[in-house]
């Protein structure tokens, strides 16, 4: 693992993926919050307002910095799946999805019975059950939708990490260090900022 400090806001990145080097072909958004700065801000928010009106906004650039880190679609996948959860994000989002539909199918069947579409009439004894199902099923398959993200296989040697390749390691309002799993792509993000600084990390 090796840290690479970029000075400045910007940050320029290679073309290539962060975890196994492939031609990148998306992002995805890594973020970190500097959370001694949202307790700050917490405690005298009063005074943060005045502040960062009269600075013109500055004073809020260092509560969050967020940067797109490029992957290739198999490890975007990874990426993705790691962050829902895996397995148990699957089993999470399943029944929770499937409860907002049960909710919102019980509002629409509401609503279409109240105006009689279709010849429903509104009834809370006897609900319209297929509009219901209609909705619950939906929420059951945009739960199960997060398994397309799943690796279809172990992943090989040439990726660095089965989660974020690349990670915020701290931040202030003129350098970011970043913490990169794969060394050959901290070189590269080296290369492609000018000034910046390397070293080995832990």
């Excluded at 397995?87 to 919102?104: I, M």
């Excluded at 990726?159 to 260090?177: C, K, P, W, Y």
């Amino acid at each position: 693992m090796k840290i690479v400090r970029v000075l400045g806001q910007d940050v320029k990145y290679p073309d290539v993926c962060a975890c196994c080097l492939a031609k990148s072909t998306t992002t995805l958004e890594v973020r970190k919050e500097d959370l001694a700065a949202l307790a700050l801000a917490l405690s005298s928010a009063a005074a943060r307002v005045a502040a960062a009106r009269s600075a013109g906004g500055a004073g809020l650039l260092r509560d969050s910095r967020a940067v797109k880190v490029p992957y290739c679609e198999v490890c975007s996948g990874h990426v993705r799946w790691k962050r829902s959860g895996g397995w148990l994000g699957v089993a999470l989002h399943v029944p929770v999805d499937a409860f907002f539909g049960l909710l919102l199918g019980l509002v629409v069947a509401a609503v279409v019975g109240a105006a009689g579409i279709g010849g429903a009439e509104l009834d809370f004894d006897h609900p319209n059950w297929f509009v219901i199902g209609f909705f619950v099923a939906g929420g059951i398959v945009l739960g199960l939708m997060t398994m397309r993200w799943r690796p279809r296989g172990p992943l090989g040697r040439q990726h660095a990490s089965n989660g974020d390749a690349l990670q915020i390691a701290r931040f202030t309002g003129s350098e970011i260090v970043l913490r990169c799993h794969n060394n050959q792509f901290a070189d590269k993000l080296r290369e492609a900022n000018p000034g910046s600084a390397l070293s080995t990390g832990a």
